[in-house]
């Protein structure tokens, strides 16, 4: 709290609950906290509400002027799609009957090929940003198309609707949007053009994004392609293509050698388990890249994926655990605090974007979700909560519900 507080003024104050990962914690819960945001939107303070007089004199906020959150209100961090391609989201939701090789010819690349037009780029790219963000999306890594007018237009309107992203084949960036340079997979490229790709992004600091191991025939199809390279993470490897700033969407496939490579390089992987089941691509063993200390953030994969909303991400990635405990008992089952984690601070470590987003911590840009478990009309009925129900059995109050352990 001490080097910056000067700085820049405080323009907005909120005291309640507020819900994040950090380094240590899957899940911290702060109740009564009070998070003090400053003019340029970054955090200036956290502390506890008790402290509301002091921090205010300190920091030149009048105590009237913070917005307190309801009882059943939570700020939480902004949820990190780290893996989805906006040129597919007109036909999400649809043609899932095919597996990935076949996929991309027959519906993929027909519909990408209409991002020529850039009114019809607009309309859909429209969509996608307003899309995420109302599902609480709130940085999105993009894969776009090949076509520069409409990616440059995808940045601007995440920007301009006021998302944070990775835009695929950008080179202009808005402030809040970032370049990636997007090989879409190896067996769509040459060795020369990874080597070019590589080479832009080692002279220019830049962020990269590709697919990699998503099916076994994909995996078998680049052996063939690429005979002298000893992995499919080798053909990336060897091109300049995995560094710190690196992320691989799926890894479903992947050995532990290869792994190695990524905890080396600091690549990090997109894991989107709607996508790997929709296509029946395979099942990514999460733990296992966890324990090889490999990034790991979560992806929507729209529309391999058929649901844009990351909190449908949270939901297959713990599917995917559960049903790898099906096949095997001893398994290291996720937990739903594990998998918030990897939703909200894990998405930004894997695109080296925690510096600035993934959790509250002071300096970061406060970019957040404020959830009202008791709004109307909303998804959730709120039974527990309060003093509890009041049920009476023959004039005695009972407690119709079973404690967790
Ligand atoms: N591999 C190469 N391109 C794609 C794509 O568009 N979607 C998915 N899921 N995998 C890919
Ligand atoms: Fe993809």
Redesign the pocket.
């Known amino acids: 709290m001490s080097s910056n507080e000067s700085a820049a003024g405080i323009a907005h104050v909120y005291r309640g609950t507020f819900v994040h990962a950090t380094y240590h914690t899957a899940v911290e819960i702060l109740e009564d906290g009070l998070l003090g945001v400053d003019t340029e939107g970054k955090i200036a303070f956290i502390g506890s509400g008790k402290e509301v007089d002091r921090l205010s004199q300190k920091w030149g906020f009048e105590a009237f002027a913070v917005t307190q959150l309801g009882q059943h209100e939570f700020f939480m961090p902004g949820m990190v799609d780290t893996h989805i391609?906006a040129s597919?989201y007109s036909y999400a939701g649809t043609a899932l009957d095919m597996p990935?090789l076949q996929?991309?010819n027959m519906y993929?690349f027909p519909v990408e090929a209409c991002y020529k037009d850039l009114e019809f780029a607009r309309n859909v790219y429209t969509h996608i940003v307003k899309r995420t963000l109302r599902n609480g999306t709130t940085t999105a890594c993009y894969?776009a198309t090949i076509h520069t007018d409409a990616s440059l237009l995808l940045g601007q309107i995440a920007n301009d609707f006021g998302q944070r992203a990775l835009v695929g084949k950008v080179i202009n960036s808005y402030p809040l949007v970032r370049p990636v340079v997007t090989p879409?997979?190896a067996?769509?490229c040459s060795a020369t053009l990874l080597g070019h790709l590589g080479e832009i992004a080692q002279n220019n600091d830049l962020h990269i994004q590709s697919?990699i191991s998503?099916t076994k025939e994909?995996v078998n199809l680049v052996k063939e392609l690429f005979p002298d390279y000893d992995s499919y993470t080798d053909v990336y490897h060897r091109h300049n293509l995995l560094t710190d700033k690196t992320v691989m969407?799926?890894g479903c496939h992947l050995t532990d050698g290869e792994l190695k490579l990524f905890r080396e390089t600091g690549a990090s992987i997109a894991h989107?388990p709607n996508?790997n089941i929709s296509?029946c691509?395979g099942m990514l063993d999460v733990r296992r890249v966890l324990n090889h200390k490999v990034k790991l953030g979560l992806g929507t994969?729209v529309?391999?994926?058929y649901s844009p909303s990351m909190l449908d991400a949270v939901r297959r990635t713990l599917d995917t655990s559960k049903a790898l405990t099906i096949q095997d008992t001893q398994y290291h089952t996720l937990t739903f605090e594990e998998v918030f984690r990897l939703a909200t601070l894990g998405g930004s470590q894997a695109l080296s974007l925690d510096e600035n987003t993934g959790n509250f911590e002071v300096g970061k840009d406060f970019d957040a979700l404020r959830v009202n478990t008791d709004a109307a009309g909303g998804p959730i009925d709120l039974i527990n909560h309060g003093e509890g129900p009041k049920v009476y059995v023959a004039g005695k109050r009972v407690v119709p519900f079973v404690e967790r352990p």
Do not use: I
């Open positions: 391609h597919q990935l996929w991309l993929t894969f879409r997979f067996p769509s697919h998503e994909e969407a799926h989107c996508s296509l691509s994969d529309a391999g994926g």
